[in-house]
């Protein structure tokens, strides 16, 4: 190659990477200037639980109404998603239209903004969504959009209606159909330049926590459906045994929302169940009629010692770390080198447990503050017995 030659292929390519340069710059700076999408997990409130199909404008008027004058909001739930059944027909374009429930969506969510909450919306990658109401299929780069001239600032994605699509599919085959699914709405949602949390709700097939932030989820749901009965909550809350490992900021692990208030549960069970999702660091979504609390709801939602647990900027998800029959021991490590423990009683009747906080790893004198009662419990014997309530738990945070 002569001289000049090499000149020119030379100036051609570093115009070429400088091409490359500003092209990747609004992205760039984007990424910069926006905090990281769910840094903590998720805080706010869903419609399905409680209203199912029976959700509309007025009611998720009410409820942003109601987060305020609770303390909800100031307590951290800032979403308020509307989950399935609002969806209408799409019209001759492909754009999708809400149905006669929710008549103006920007302008509700206006309103949800104005209250300084955030607003959520679901749809599927099927065609259909579980409800049977219009999925996203075909649709994504154009639903994305809508949702983002909205105002929408979250999403939750339903496998639900692709599981039609998916059958007979060799299990290879329907995987990627799968993560291609959930990967062309995370590449549609970011092409709108809003910041949208992305809820992939998968029920924990295929290990979704290996692979959920891969297709750019920020929380996945692990399990099937919750409802309103102890024994559900339990065997959803407890399977989270082992998945701590891939949770982390921006990347949460979704046992599902919260039933606290629907009245199928003692308020001791309902207490187990927010203790279990704070030591996971679980979303926080609550599924209950918020304009309608009694003030033992509004104080098992809204407690900040144990809000805080789940909230703990390290974003490290809890575990088990002993299990003795019914009794069980779970721990999450906290920022500040402390560490919240429960000690959970799995059975009707009330349990002395026997901690042992050697083999929990905190050798020691150890000083104790229980969560539930604002009470400082001193320094702990190295093994200690908690008498622990029937279906109960003892939330602790712990420092040497
Ligand atoms: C599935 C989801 C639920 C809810 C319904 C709506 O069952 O797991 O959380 O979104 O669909 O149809």
Same mark, same amino acid.
């Given at each position: 190659?002569?001289?000049?030659?090499?000149?020119?292929?030379?100036?051609?390519?570093?115009?070429?990477?400088?091409?490359?340069?500003?092209?990747?710059?609004?992205?760039?700076?984007?990424?910069?200037?926006?905090?990281?999408?769910?840094?903590?997990?998720?805080?706010?409130?869903?419609?399905?639980?409680?209203?199912?199909?029976?959700?509309?404008?007025?009611?998720?008027?009410?409820?942003?109404?109601?987060?305020?004058?609770?303390?909800?909001?100031?307590?951290?739930?800032?979403?308020?998603?509307?989950?399935?059944?609002?969806?209408?027909?799409?019209?001759?374009?492909?754009?999708?239209?809400?149905?006669?429930?929710?008549?103006?969506?920007?302008?509700?969510?206006?309103?949800?903004?104005?209250?300084?909450?955030?607003?959520?919306?679901?749809?599927?990658?099927?065609?259909?969504?579980?409800?049977?109401?219009?999925?996203?299929?075909?649709?994504?780069?154009?639903?994305?959009?809508?949702?983002?001239?909205?105002?929408?600032?979250?999403?939750?994605?339903?496998?639900?209606?692709?599981?039609?699509?998916?059958?007979?599919?060799?299990?290879?085959?329907?995987?990627?159909?799968?993560?291609?699914?959930?990967?062309?709405?995370?590449?549609?949602?970011?092409?709108?330049?809003?910041?949208?949390?992305?809820?992939?709700?998968?029920?924990?097939?295929?290990?979704?926590?290996?692979?959920?932030?891969?297709?750019?989820?920020?929380?996945?749901?692990?399990?099937?459906?919750?409802?309103?009965?102890?024994?559900?909550?339990?065997?959803?809350?407890?399977?989270?045994?082992? #998945?701590?490992?891939?949770?982390?900021?921006?990347?949460?692990?979704?046992?599902?929302?919260?039933?606290?208030?629907?009245?199928?549960?003692?308020?001791?069970?309902?207490?187990?169940?927010?203790?279990?999702?704070?030591?996971?660091?679980?979303?926080?979504?609550?599924?209950?009629?918020?304009?309608?609390?009694?003030?033992?709801?509004?104080?098992?939602?809204?407690?900040?010692?144990?809000?805080?647990?789940?909230?703990?900027?390290?974003?490290?998800?809890?575990?088990?770390?002993?299990?003795?029959?019914?009794?069980?021991?779970?721990?999450?490590?906290?920022?500040?080198?402390?560490?919240?423990?429960?000690?959970?009683?799995?059975?009707?009747?009330?349990?002395?447990?026997?901690?042992?906080?050697?083999?929990?790893?905190?050798?020691?004198?150890?000083?104790?503050?229980?969560?539930?009662?604002?009470?400082?419990?001193?320094?702990?014997?190295?093994?200690?017995?908690?008498?622990?309530?029937?279906?109960?738990?003892?939330? #602790?945070?712990?420092?040497?």
């Amino acid at each position: 190659m002569n001289r000049i030659r090499f000149r020119t292929v030379f100036a051609a390519f570093a115009l070429l990477i400088v091409a490359v340069a500003f092209a990747s710059l609004p992205s760039v700076a984007w990424t910069q200037n926006t905090p990281m999408a769910a840094a903590t997990p998720p805080m706010g409130w869903n419609s399905w639980n409680h209203f199912k199909d029976k959700v509309d404008d007025k009611t998720i008027r009410a409820t942003a109404d109601a987060m305020v004058s609770s303390g909800m909001r100031d307590a951290g739930y800032v979403y308020i998603n509307i989950d399935d059944t609002w969806e209408g027909e799409r019209d001759a374009q492909g754009v999708i239209h809400t149905n006669s429930k929710f008549p103006d969506m920007k302008a509700l969510a206006d309103y949800v903004h104005s209250k300084g909450m955030k607003l959520g919306i679901y749809s599927s990658p099927g065609a259909k969504t579980c409800a049977g109401y219009e999925g996203s299929l075909g649709h994504e780069a154009q639903d994305a959009q809508t949702y983002a001239a909205w105002g929408i600032d979250y999403l939750k994605y339903d496998l639900c209606g692709l599981r039609t699509e998916m059958k007979g599919l060799s299990p290879e085959a329907a995987h990627k159909m799968m993560t291609d699914a959930y990967v062309k709405m995370r590449d549609a949602l970011r092409a709108t330049g809003r910041p949208i949390v992305y809820s992939l709700c998968q029920y924990g097939d295929d290990a979704v926590w290996r692979w959920g932030a891969d297709v750019g989820g920020n929380l996945w749901r692990t399990t099937g459906d919750i409802n309103d009965h102890y024994a559900r909550m339990e065997t959803i809350g407890f399977s989270q045994a082992g #998945l701590a490992k891939y949770a982390g900021p921006g990347q949460w692990n979704d046992p599902d929302m919260l039933e606290v208030g629907n009245g199928g549960m003692t308020t001791e069970e309902y207490r187990t169940h927010m203790s279990l999702w704070a030591l996971l660091a679980a979303p926080l979504l609550a599924g209950n009629d918020v304009a309608n609390m009694t003030p033992d709801t509004i104080e098992l939602l809204t407690n900040k010692e144990v809000i805080v647990v789940d909230q703990d900027k390290l974003g490290r998800q809890g575990d088990r770390v002993s299990e003795e029959g019914p009794i069980e021991v779970w721990a999450k490590p906290l920022a500040d080198g402390s560490k919240a423990l429960g000690i959970f009683n799995r059975q009707q009747n009330p349990m002395t447990a026997i901690v042992d906080l050697k083999t929990l790893g905190l050798g020691g004198k150890v000083k104790a503050r229980d969560l539930w009662k604002h009470q400082d419990l001193g320094a702990l014997p190295p093994h200690f017995t908690a008498r622990v309530p029937g279906h109960g738990v003892l939330l #602790l945070k712990v420092w040497r």
